[in-house]
């Protein structure tokens, strides 16, 4: 009788830490520290000077992202509002866009919500719809996808 071998099934999950930077391609690859949270189902991205406007009959907003001493203005579609409980239980009405975010060397898009996370450490915070079964977290590890060069310069 012949033996048969067990193939071990591929993984292509792409092994991240709980925080890594975050790049937005669109956007000269602007860097952001971003922490990952699986218990978060939506993605956010601190924002400031949200300006919500109308423009040939298309819903869109402005807003400022800041990454340390650096700051860039957006302009893009506005999907939605969507109604965010955060970890302390407050409820908040947030606008929704849609981003295209690159993580280690891979690039996809993604719905963001814009907040005010201003206390908070890392301006990104990735939740579990963002990473799409994709990723595998080790708690333990950062930056595993690499560092911002920008930003030890």
Request: hydrophobic letters at 35%; glycine letters at 6%.
């Amino acid at each position: 009788m012949a033996s048969k071998t067990l193939k071990k099934p591929v993984n292509n999950n792409i092994p991240i830490g709980w925080r890594e930077w975050v790049y937005l391609p669109a956007y000269k690859n602007f860097g952001l520290k971003a922490k990952i949270d699986t218990g978060a189902r939506s993605s956010a991205i601190h924002a400031t000077h949200i300006k919500e406007y109308v423009k040939k009959g298309e819903d869109r907003v402005k807003f400022r992202i800041y990454q340390s001493e650096e700051c860039l203005q957006i302009d893009t579609k506005l999907l939605s509002h969507k109604r965010i409980t955060n970890s302390f239980g407050k409820t908040t009405t947030r606008p929704v866009i849609q981003m295209k975010i690159k993580l280690g060397n891979k690039t996809w898009m993604t719905e963001l919500t814009l907040a005010k996370r201003a206390r908070m450490t890392y301006p990104m915070l990735i939740g579990r719809s963002s990473l799409k079964k994709k990723h595998i977290i080790h708690s333990h590890k950062s930056y595993m996808t690499g560092i911002n060069l920008k930003a030890i310069k």
